[in-house]
């Protein structure tokens, strides 16, 4: 992932509104959701969700797709993994933290 792939995602994650749609996306999980369902199950307007959605989807954090007459958003697994990836790439020195051993070992 570069490095302007990675301000952008954290740019986008870096908003309260855009974290929970997010968050609730990844729960979602390939099944994704319909903006009226996550402007009902968040509580947040539809315009606004609209913006923060968009947000999402520039950052390559979400994706949509067409089925019908309905979007439906889903969480960019493969961003996020990246991301983390990129978070956690020097983690510990360069050492597998993976293991609870590592885990407890890292200073970071």
Known sequence: MQETDVIRSLAAL????????????????????TPGGLS?????????LSFHLKELTH???V???RQ????????????MNDLLAYLTENCC????????????ACQC
């Open 40 to 48: 009902e199950q968040l509580g947040i307007a539809p315009n606004t």
């Open 14 to 33: 870096a908003q309260e509104v855009r974290l929970r749609v997010f968050r609730a996306l990844v729960v979602a999980g390939q099944e994704g959701l």
């Open 59 to 61: 950052a390559g954090l």
């Open 93 to 104: 020195q360069g050492a597998a933290c993976l293991t609870d051993e590592a885990t407890a």
């Open 68 to 79: 019908g007459r309905n979007l439906i958003y889903r969480a960019s697994f493969a961003t």
């Open 63 to 65: 994706s949509q797709e």
